[in-house]
């Protein structure tokens, strides 16, 4: 028998992801279990559940008194999250380095030759979604699915940065650059160069992305992005 109670809630926590991380409620917007009920035409309860599981994963933010806030970053988010993401996936890549599976090896091949493709169109979700597939190749080359969970988790968490972010065209060029770089020394079996790419190719997102937050988006906004 299908538990109604756990269904509602995945609609509901499916539906605030999506709206959260693509921007259909605003960094800072309040938000309410009975809002999204209403436009759900379920319960409330469901819905709160989602609003705790959401809470969890560094999305809604429940303040005292205030209801459920969607989370803003700040720049001391951006640094953790980069903190965190040139560790995990640096030892990913060395990781990586020492498959000799090569139904993957191949596949990895192919997920650079398709990143490469989509860096010369103008559409940045195409890009967005080769750069998560060949990802995904290397989290099974690491046979490591908690790391992938963890980032996953972190990407969601800048994603809808991101986005703007991989529309600069030179920005997309220069990661499809750093990724052939990391890329290339994952497939000559050495780890040490592997991670030592991904962590300097992570960094300089890291960067360039502060910068531009810095010179063009945080001096409009009043609590972050």
């Not at 539906?15 to 309410?32: A, D």
């Not at 990661?175 to 991670?195: C, Q, W």
């Amino acid at each position: 028998m299908i538990d109604l109670n756990i269904t509602y809630q995945q609609q509901a926590y499916d539906f605030m992801k999506s709206q959260i991380i693509n921007l259909g409620f605003r960094p800072g917007e309040y938000v309410t279990d009975s809002q999204i009920a209403g436009q759900l035409n379920i319960s409330r309860t469901p819905v709160r559940e989602a609003f705790h599981r959401l809470e969890k994963e560094g999305l809604l933010v429940n303040e005292a008194r205030r209801g459920w806030k969607v989370y803003t970053l700040s720049l001391q988010d951006i640094h953790e999250i980069f903190d965190i993401k040139e560790a995990i996936e640096g030892l990913i890549a060395r990781k990586a380095a020492y498959c000799n599976d090569e139904g993957l090896r191949a596949s990895l091949r192919e997920a650079m030759q398709e990143l490469r493709a989509t860096s010369e169109t103008e559409d940045p979700g195409d890009w967005l979604e080769a750069d998560m597939r060949l990802h995904e190749i290397l989290y099974q080359m690491a046979g490591n699915q908690r790391a992938r969970r963890t980032i996953n988790n972190l990407n969601d968490q800048w994603h809808r940065v991101r986005i703007g972010f991989s529309a600069l065209q030179e920005r997309t060029r220069r990661s499809t650059e750093e990724h052939t770089l990391f890329i290339e020394s994952i497939l000559s079996g050495d780890g040490d160069e592997a991670e030592r790419r991904m962590r300097a190719h992570l960094n300089k997102v890291r960067q360039e992305l502060v910068n531009l937050l810095v010179s063009m988006v945080l001096p409009f906004v009043e609590e972050g992005v």
